[in-house]
């Protein structure tokens, strides 16, 4: 996800977030990705970071739940991004 968003921000030349949520701000501000969802992909980057900085502070229930739960955010994610690259 902060791989595709970073390339969308430069190739569409778009302002530099200062921080992973704020890509996806700014993303969503240029109409690639929905309001309705954003929420939910910055919640997604959140525990992208915390498992990365935190990892041994994370609750392995709290993981399995969301690998059990919500990998469908992912192809809600994908989902918005093909249908702005169509429309463009």
């Known amino acids: 996800m902060i791989d595709i968003c970073r390339h969308l921000v430069s190739g569409l030349d778009l ?3 200062e921080t992973y949520a ?4 700014v993303i969503a501000q240029a109409g690639v990705l929905s309001r309705e ?3 939910t992909f910055k919640a997604m980057v959140r525990f992208r970071n915390m498992l990365i ?6 609750d392995d ?5 969301i ?3 919500r990998l469908n955010d992912f192809m809600i994610f994908i989902k918005e991004i093909r249908s702005y690259l169509k429309r463009e």
């Open 15 to 17: 302002s530099e977030p």
């Open 22 to 25: 704020d890509c996806l701000d």
């Open 37 to 39: 969802n954003l929420d």
């Open 53 to 58: 900085h935190i990892y041994d502070g994370v």
């Open 61 to 65: 229930t709290i993981t399995f739940e």
């Open 67 to 69: 690998y059990k739960d």
